[in-house]
Nanobody, 121 residues
Framework: QVQLVESGGGLVQPGGSLRLSCAAS????????MAWYRQAPGNQRELVAS???????NYADSAKGRFTISRDNAKNTVYLQMNSLKPEDTAVYYC???????????????WGQGTQVTVSS
């Protein structure tokens, strides 16, 4: 069994910063790409940023220059540092990861439960 648990969401004023964390736990043999997605009310879930096991990153245009994704492979944890936040960043943010589980020889995709980020004055 594998779980992804996000933390760090909350209410922040425009221009402020938040740091999201997502820790993977359970019967993990290895983790490939880890990513952050977000979903605002009435919108589809969209990719915010991703990072490979080797550290290569990819960002949505809306995140470039403001958000930074990073990971600690020893802790099976991915982070999203969000700066210069805007009201349009308000959404539920979800962690996603491609994980090799113990005793299972295929890569499986997992989602966290989501953490709310609200940017408002």
């Amino acid at each position: 069994q594998v779980q992804l648990v996000e933390s760090g969401g909350g209410l922040v004023q425009p221009g402020g910063s938040l740091r999201l964390s997502c820790a993977a736990s359970g019967s993990i043999r290895g983790i490939e790409t880890m990513a952050w997605y977000r979903q605002a009310p009435g919108n589809q879930r969209e990719l915010v940023a991703s990072i490979t096991r080797g550290g290569s990153t990819n960002y949505a245009d809306s995140a470039k220059g403001r958000f930074t994704i990073s990971r600690d492979n020893a802790k099976n944890t991915v982070y999203l540092q969000m700066n210069s936040l805007k009201p349009e960043d308000t959404a539920v943010y979800y962690c996603n990861a491609d994980i090799w589980q113990l005793y299972i020889w295929s890569l499986k995709n997992f989602w966290g439960q989501g953490t709310q980020v609200t940017v408002s004055s």
